[in-house]
């Protein structure tokens, strides 16, 4: 059984520059939820894929935006960064929305603002 | 807001049993407990789950107190691997798209 990975592992981009994360989920799982984790504090939840569509989003602002593929991959994409969105990015998957089965998180995406 | 509230930090010697409590008062009947713990520089990894019965796995044993507000994670016999974050979430079932409400957790400090 594969569990969910997450590419890149570290990332360095400057204030205003834009930047795509991607996360492959466990095999028989189809939907992938995205958390970001701030230094010393726990995960905040930025958003849910279902079957291609956004299904649930935290409070975040619209330049955070995502994508989910056939093969139930997805993307987290952020426009004009911010020093703030330094931060740890984790995707996490399930086999259905609400299912009572956990949640599996990757290792997560380091992303640095400079 | 997270539903729970934990110690920020406990200590425990190598061998010994970690017990570590989780405070969820106002939990409602169709709500789980979930407990995950994050290793530095890695992603939560799944402990275990209840609604109100105990129950135990290969990893731990979760306690939950009979009206529900509170309960225990206990890992049977701590090793230095097991020096971690712990939180502990409460989610309803079949909640649809209802995100995992992360805390601060429990640092837990496993010691030689």
């Known amino acids: 059984e594969t569990g969910v990975t997450q590419s890149p592992t570290h990332l360095i981009k400057t204030r205003g520059q834009q930047v795509t994360l991607r996360c492959s989920s466990q095999s028989g799982h189809n939907t992938v939820s995205w958390y970001q984790q701030a230094l010393g504090q726990g995960p905040q939840f930025i958003f849910q894929?279902?079957?291609?569509?956004?299904?649930g989003r935290g409070n975040f602002p619209p330049r955070f935006s995502g994508l989910q593929f056939p093969n139930y991959s997805s993307e987290l994409n952020v426009n004009a960064l911010e020093l703030d969105d330094s931060a740890l990015y984790l995707c996490?998957?399930?086999?259905?929305?609400?299912?009572?089965?956990?949640?599996?998180f990757g290792d997560g995406t380091r992303l640095s603002i400079l | 807001d997270a539903k729970t509230t934990q110690p920020p930090s406990m200590d425990c010697a190598e061998g010994r049993a970690a017990n570590l409590p989780c405070n969820h008062s106002t939990i409602s009947g169709n709500e789980y407990v979930y407990w995950y713990r994050q290793i530095h520089s890695q992603g939560p990894q799944y402990i275990i789950h209840?609604?109100?019965n105990n129950e135990t796995n290969e990893m731990a044993s979760l306690i939950i107190t009979e009206d529900r507000k509170s309960s225990t994670l206990i890992l049977p016999h701590a090793t230095l691997r097991d020096t971690a974050v712990y939180y502990c979430?409460?989610?309803?079932?079949?909640?649809?798209?209802?995100?995992?409400?992360f805390g601060k957790g429990t640092r837990l400090s496993v010691i030689a």
């Open positions: 979430i409460v989610r309803a079932r079949n909640s649809g798209n209802t995100p995992l409400v």
């Open positions: 996490a998957s399930s086999p259905l929305p609400g299912s009572n089965q956990p949640q599996h």
């Open positions: 894929y279902y079957r291609e569509e956004e299904n």
């Open positions: 209840g609604l109100k």
